[in-house]
């Protein structure tokens, strides 16, 4: 079956530095792939996504590029802020049973100080 | 606003008594989710609604009782729950169509559940 392996945490950066947060996946067939953001008292938030080999999705200055030849799926931002601190998910969506499945990794807390 | 409504956001109570959680979906989408979140553990999904019917049910005890009466309501039926059970409860929904894979879902901020 699919399965989602991210980085465990925490990670906790200085305020500019850069982030990386990697991801890696294993499923059958071509798979959406996706960054979730979960901060402190709420649900998770969709941060980008990618839906093809080679697609980087992006927004508020993450991104993330969809490597199938890596099966891999790292998030990446330039310099960090104390307002990106939060849990972030990897997630995969592919078929099963001829509707979307979507496997969730689990989690990496990442804290920003200033 | 998240266009996925939970209520309540918090809720304690005992192993013997009887509560609802209840979710609100406000963005037209066709299939909900019921979905665990505790402490240092994965997400983990516990009930699927594709057009109002279930598609999933993955090994939830029988203390926990869905029901979808339409695509933009879903409810979470809890008694005789256990302490084991207290956890955030997060709602989700999306747009589902078959042979896609590339929605995303969009999810509540949760029900914060406490068994005493």
């Known amino acids: 079956g699919n399965s989602v392996t991210q980085m465990e945490g925490p990670v906790t950066l200085s305020e500019e530095a850069f982030l990386t947060i990697n991801c890696t996946y294993t499923?059958?067939?071509?798979?959406?792939l996706f960054w979730y953001v979960q901060y402190p008292g709420e649900g998770l938030q969709l941060l980008l996504k990618?839906?093809?080999?080679?697609d980087k999705g992006s927004n508020k200055g993450f991104e993330a590029t969809y490597r199938k030849e890596t099966t891999s799926f790292h998030l990446e931002k330039g310099s960090v802020q104390v307002s990106d601190s939060a849990v972030y998910f990897c997630a995969l969506s592919g078929q099963s049973g001829g509707y979307q499945k979507v496997t969730f990794g689990t989690g990496t807390k990442l804290q920003v100080i200033p | 606003e998240t266009g996925v409504t939970q209520t309540p956001r918090h809720l304690v109570m005992g192993m013997t008594n009887k509560k609802s959680l209840k979710c609100e979906q406000h963005?037209?989408?066709?299939?909900m989710y019921w979905y665990k979140q505790s402490a240092k553990k994965p997400l983990e999904l516990m009930f699927v609604y594709n057009f109002k019917e279930q598609t999933e049910n993955n090994s939830v005890p029988s203390r926990f009782s869905p029901e979808c009466p339409n695509s933009s309501h879903l409810f979470l039926h809890l008694h005789t729950l256990q302490p084991e059970d207290s956890a955030l409860y997060l709602c989700a929904s999306s747009h589902l169509r078959q042979g896609y894979s590339n929605q995303p879902q969009h999810f509540g901020d949760g029900t914060r559940l406490s068994i005493l």
């Open positions: 499923a059958t067939g071509y798979p959406s």
């Open positions: 990618a839906t093809k080999a080679d």
């Open positions: 963005l037209g989408h066709n299939a």
